[in-house]
């Protein structure tokens, strides 16, 4: 099974973390200055999207960056 | 003599039932954060866009002016936000906003949104003032100013008649209760340094109300300073000297504490709102005065002093975690119905019981603040000395409630 990561992004205040720490997962979405996981679905206000094990390491380190602790990892 | 002008009272507003209580009050003017872009953004709730409107007709109709805060240092990829939450301001008819960030006073002066220059930028002199007034209406001083200087900036204002940039007189705004920053106000990257959460964008995780100890590496002694609060200041508190901040001519007086309940909006609002009047009356006098300090130790504080701008020497330490509050709130249940004839509210008391003789305070989106004695209980239509858990009971209520407001049991804090 993949890993899977969780994001809330309503709460999410645009510090770029996870961009700089994981840029194959994050980008900046200009629009409005949060970041959007790359390829998720929104599920009841959270977005779902997996990722591949070889990206997991850098997303732990995005997650624990994360001052709004708002990137949850599963399956990993 | 009256003393000519009376400061405007400025209020902090975390949500609509603080937007009521700062209306109910006596607030001359209320400040919010909207989105992820204020130095709240973690702590506090913060209005989406299309709530603007709603605050802003709120405040129209109360004639209180309203600020959104927008004070943040913005990154590139905040442009688009910034633009957006200023223009849908501009719209509402908002009155000012406060900014730092020399994008969003740029885009202000180009759209015509007025500004307030925030504390954030640290202005501590006159020059300062008048180079800020080419863009701004209003300036918020530094905290670290003293009496002195806010006096010497206010006569210079007068007396070279500076105006802001809608051509009014410049107003100087001062912090006067609230908070204190252990850095240099809105300066502080402990909490960036030590969890990657940045203070500059509204993501503060307080570093310096939290307990330290100074540990020996040779023997492993560990020592505790102060107990262990060792740079944690106390609140800031102008009211024994409020008549001297008026004296000095600032235009606005501003409580910190958008992340604060509405009863403590409530609270402080009304003991500033008092004292005001009461110097513009020539009635400001100690006794008062302790009768208003009694009423502000009963919401959220960390103990007070009087911050920087009597000149006294800093640090003057809270020496506990946070709250020395003499009152605390008990979350009883919700209102289930208000019977405006019968002046009657019928509560829910899920998580706690109450009995006649307590207080209550009633807290919601449209009511705002609503304290209240209990006089006597109805359950199934008998009278009764307590309420019960978990039971709907009917007391009588003047003031109007409605559904869904939370009930609250205000008590003495049981552990000082």
């Known amino acids: 099974m993949k890993p899977k990561i969780v994001h809330k992004r309503k709460d999410c205040i645009g510090c770029n973390s996870c961009v700089l720490l994981a840029p194959q997962t994050w980008q900046m979405d200009t629009k409005e200055g949060k970041s959007r996981l790359i390829g998720s679905k929104e599920k009841r206000g959270l977005f779902v999207g997996e990722i591949f094990p070889i990206d997991l390491e850098a997303n732990k380190k995005a997650a624990k960056a994360c001052p709004m602790h708002i990137i949850k990892i599963e399956n990993a | ?416």
């Not at chain 2, 307080?206 to 102060?226: A, F, H, L, P």
């Open chain 2, 1 to 416: 003599m009256k003393n000519k002008q009376k400061p405007e009272i400025m209020a902090p507003v975390g949500s609509f039932a603080a937007l009521q209580a700062a209306i109910a009050s006596g607030a001359d003017s209320v400040f919010f954060g909207v989105k992820q872009l204020n130095m709240r953004a973690r702590s506090s709730y913060n209005f989406e866009l299309d709530e603007i409107q709603v605050v802003a007709d709120r405040c129209h109709k109360a004639k209180v002016r309203s600020y959104i805060t927008l004070n943040t240092l913005l990154y590139e990829h905040d442009m688009a936000l910034m633009k957006k939450i200023i223009t849908t301001a501009k719209e509402a008819g908002i009155d000012e906003i406060i900014v730092q960030d020399m994008a969003a006073i740029q885009f202000a002066k180009e759209i015509g949104m007025p500004i307030q220059a925030s504390t954030q930028l640290s202005i501590s002199n006159y020059e300062s003032v008048k180079f800020y007034s080419q863009f701004a209406n209003t300036i918020v001083l530094a905290r670290e100013v003293d009496l002195d200087m806010m006096k010497v900036i206010c006569d210079r204002i007068r007396e070279e008649d500076l105006r802001g940039s809608s051509g009014k007189p410049l107003k100087i705004e001062v912090f006067v209760h609230g908070a204190l920053c252990i850095a240099q106000s809105g300066r502080c990257q402990m909490s960036l340094l030590t969890s990657n959460t940045s203070a500059q964008r509204g993501a503060c995780l307080q570093e310096c109300r939290k307990k330290y100890m100074i540990k020996d590496e040779e023997t492993g002694n560990e020592m505790s300073v102060r107990g262990g609060y060792v740079m944690s200041p106390k609140d800031l508190c102008c009211l024994p000297f409020l008549d001297k901040i008026v004296e000095t001519g600032v235009s606005v007086i501003k409580i910190e504490g958008r992340g604060r309940s509405p009863e403590y909006v409530k609270t402080v609002i009304k003991v500033y709102r008092e004292a005001v009047d009461a110097i513009h009356e020539n009635a400001f006098t100690p006794a008062k005065v302790n009768t208003w300090l009694k009423e502000l130790e009963k919401v959220y504080n960390r103990g007070f002093c009087s911050g920087y701008y009597l000149g006294k020497l800093l640090p003057d330490w809270s020496l506990c975690s946070g709250n020395k509050s003499t009152e605390e709130r008990v979350y009883v249940g919700r209102v289930s119905h208000y019977f405006p004839k019968a002046q009657v509210a019928e509560l829910s008391t899920d998580a706690l019981e109450i009995k006649t003789g307590d207080k209550l305070v009633i807290m919601g989106d449209n009511t705002g603040v609503v304290r209240t004695d209990v006089t006597s209980i109805k359950l199934d239509d008998k009278f009764v000395d307590s309420s019960g858990k978990q039971n709907l009971v009917t007391i009588p209520l003047e003031k109007r409630v409605r559904k869904n407001d939370k009930i609250y049991l205000l008590r003495k804090r049981q552990n000082v």
